[in-house]
Nanobody, 125 residues
Framework: QVQLVESGGGLVQAGDSLRLSCAASGRTSSTNIMGWFRQAPGKEREFVATIKWDIGYRDYVDSVKGRFIISRDNAKNTVYLQMNSLKPEDTGVYIC??????????????????WGQGTQVTVSS
């Protein structure tokens, strides 16, 4: 089992930056991929960014490329999402996810059995 706890959300203005954190505990040594998804009210949960734990491969949805950076701290079992140049359309609940599945597809929601509670990010115009 893996437990995930997010932090770092808040209310900011367009153009501001935030850094989200996701601390993992439990069976962290077997974690394959960790990443971030987001969900706005009335919308489907969508992929934002992921990182493959062993080699550090990073993947991003097109809308955040060049603005968001996902990173990891192996010693702390923590992943971060640095969000720069935030836009109102970035508003939503950001949810950390993890999978132990060796053949998981990083963008596929159903491949992630472990989810945090989410942290709210609100970007005003």
């Amino acid at each position: 089992q893996v437990q995930l706890v997010e932090s770092g959300g808040g209310l900011v203005q367009a153009g501001d930056s935030l850094r989200l954190s996701c601390a993992a505990s439990g069976r962290t040594s077997s974690t394959n991929i960790m990443g971030w998804f987001r969900q706005a009210p009335g919308k489907e949960r969508e992929f934002v960014a992921t990182i493959k734990w062993d080699i550090g491969y990073r993947d991003y949805v097109d809308s955040v490329k060049g603005r968001f950076i996902i990173s990891r701290d192996n010693a702390k079992n923590t992943v971060y999402l640095q969000m720069n140049s935030l836009k109102p359309e970035d508003t939503g609940v950001y949810i950390c996810a993890a999978t132990l599945t060796p053949w998981a597809t990083d963008r596929r929601i159903r491949d992630y059995p472990y989810w945090g509670q989410g942290t709210q990010v609100t970007v005003s115009s």
